[in-house]
Nanobody
Framework: QVQLVESGGDLVQAGGSLRLSCAPS????????MGWFRQAPGKEREFVAT????????YYADSVKGRFTISRDNVKNTVFLQMNSLKPEDTAVYYC???????????????WGQGTQVTVSS
């Protein structure tokens, strides 16, 4: 069974930092694009960041550009999302995602994680 397992979500004050991790199991994702989406209460799931399987290309939503950094370690089969200068509007459930190519839409995603809660207090 293929799974994406996120960790690292927490409650943090505005201006703080968190690092999310996603560790797939069931198969290697070293040749897949990986990324993150988030969903706040009452809102649609939205794209956050994505990274090419080689790690050579990344793309971010405008709302997180300059504050979030996505990276991956293909040896450890893990993808990370470093989140700095967090704002209350970053509060959401963050989902790890994987697909055959770079994605910005949830319709391009083939695998989803269960999500991890990030709460930013003001």
């Amino acid at each position: 069974q293929v799974q994406l397992v996120e960790s690292g979500g927490d409650l943090v004050q505005a201006g703080g930092s968190l690092r999310l991790s996603c560790a797939p199991s069931g198969r290697t994702f070293s040749r897949d694009a990986m990324g993150w989406f988030r969903q706040a209460p009452g809102k649609e799931r939205e794209f956050v960041a994505t990274i090419h399987w080689s790690g050579s290309y990344t793309y971010y939503a405008d709302s997180v550009k300059g504050r979030f950094t996505i990276s991956r370690d293909n040896v450890k089969n893990t993808v990370f999302l470093q989140m700095n200068s967090l704002k209350p509007e970053d509060t959401a459930v963050y989902y790890c995602a994987a697909g055959p190519s770079i994605f910005t839409s949830r319709f391009q995603v083939r695998y989803w994680g269960q999500g991890t809660q990030v709460t930013v207090s003001s």
